[in-house]
């Protein structure tokens, strides 16, 4: 192998596969079931958990998790650090941190946002229809 990520893999040199658009570069790295399940679990504690830690909270298997962290290293999302013998994952910084529990929440919203509660798409309130009340000629409903 020559180093060079394929455009599939996120593995590789972030600058250079995150010059065009970094925000989709950020997003093509967490978004995997599995890695967002891990980034929300390294919210819970900011100082570092173990891979076993995260294997065994998510029902996954060792290799999994460790592959998966590998790949969001690479992508500078998370760090690591030994505590003996015993690698520690965290979230790179505080700025990730935050944002990783704003997609979370947003996310956790979504069934409510679907429901045509206040705010939900095609909702007749001005939250996220513009001007004219959300009658854009958008649809009544979300397709969630």
């Known amino acids: 192998m020559n180093g060079q990520s394929d455009d ?43 891979v076993g830690w995260l294997a065994s909270s998510l029902g996954r298997d060792q290799p999994l998790i460790s592959h998966h962290l590998r790949r969001l290293r690479e992508c500078g999302i998370v760090t690591s650090r ?3 013998k015993r690698a520690m994952y965290r979230i790179s910084s505080p700025r990730l941190a935050d944002l990783i529990a704003e997609i979370a929440e947003a996310g956790r919203e979504m069934p409510n946002l679907c429901a045509g509660g206040p705010g939900a798409c095609g909702s007749r309130d001005d939250s996220y229809g513009g001007s004219d009340g959300g009658s854009g000629g958008g649809p009544e409903r979300c397709e969630c």
């Open 8 to 50: 599939n893999d996120v593995a590789g040199s972030v600058p250079a596969a995150a010059a065009g658009n970094s925000s989709a570069w950020l997003l093509r790295c967490i978004c995997d079931e599995t890695r967002f399940s891990m980034l929300e679990m390294m919210l819970r504690d900011r100082s570092g958990v173990s």
């Open 82 to 84: 030994q505590d003996g």
